[in-house]
């Protein structure tokens, strides 16, 4: 069965520079959850997005930024990294019944920023 | 959000029954009980969730006490593959709030 793709799987960035994390959810979810997990740490959640509408914000930056496209993509915006910033970033995705759904998550492998 | 309050670490033998714990005494009416599970270098992978009602599926079980203020996770046979963090969350938004999980380590 097809999972939630996460792209890239590694991003190496330098302080100050940009960078796009892309997740494709399961076909059919409407809801993606993105989630941050520093080292050690347990994740934590960042921004949800059901049908295209931010529907819940956690403890995200005001330098990330996020959308969910027409076709349920969803795209997190990073800017003027910072060395607090290297963490595993998690998408999930999920069949919403409403802004706010209890149906199981799906999560992605991944992505890996490392910030010089 | 409500907290839940788990064990840092459990231990078990392989193909026998492991039972998590998961306290919960601030649960509202609404709160869904979710549990999911991660394990090394990977992304959390849902295991079960419910509401008020014991629930099983292919992975686990769910016990919930009547007063809904604790639950449990039954793996009835552990493997060497149930090693992993598992979280015990309560959501009715969706949103998963991840605490600090028990890390299960099962023994050949």
């Known amino acids: 069965a097809a999972g939630v793709i996460q792209s890239p799987r590694h991003l190496i960035k330098e302080k100050r520079e940009t960078a796009t994390l892309k997740c494709y959810p399961i076909?059919?979810?409407?809801?993606v959850y993105w989630y941050q997990q520093g080292p050690g740490q347990d994740p934590q959640f960042l921004i949800s997005?059901?049908?295209?509408?931010?529907?819940d914000k956690g403890s995200i930056p005001d330098r990330f930024s996020a959308q969910q496209f027409s076709d349920y993509h969803s795209e997190l915006n990073m800017s003027s990294l910072e060395l607090g910033d290297s963490a595993l970033y998690f998408c999930?995705?999920?069949?919403?019944?409403?802004?706010?759904?209890?149906?199981?998550?799906?999560f992605g492998d991944g992505t890996r920023l490392s910030i010089l | 959000d409500a907290k839940t309050t788990q064990p840092n670490s459990m231990e078990s033998n392989e193909e026998e029954p492991v039972h998590l714990p998961c306290n919960h005494s601030?649960?509202?009416?609404?709160?869904?009980i979710h549990w999911y599970r991660q394990l090394p270098s990977q992304g959390p992978e849902y295991v079960i969730h419910?509401?008020?009602s014991n629930v099983n599926n292919r992975m686990a079980s769910l016990a919930i006490a009547e007063d809904r203020k604790s639950s449990t996770l039954i793996l009835h046979r552990a493997t060497l593959r149930d090693a992993a963090v598992y979280y015990c969350?309560?959501?009715?938004?969706?949103?998963?709030?991840f605490g600090q999980g028990t890390t299960l380590q099962v023994k050949p």
């Open positions: 419910g509401l008020t």
């Open positions: 997005f059901y049908e295209k509408m931010q529907s």
């Open positions: 076909p059919r979810h409407d809801t």
């Open positions: 999930a995705s999920s069949l919403g019944t409403g802004a706010y759904s209890n149906q199981p998550q799906h």
């Open positions: 601030t649960i509202s009416g609404t709160d869904y």
């Open positions: 969350i309560l959501s009715n938004t969706g949103k998963l709030i």
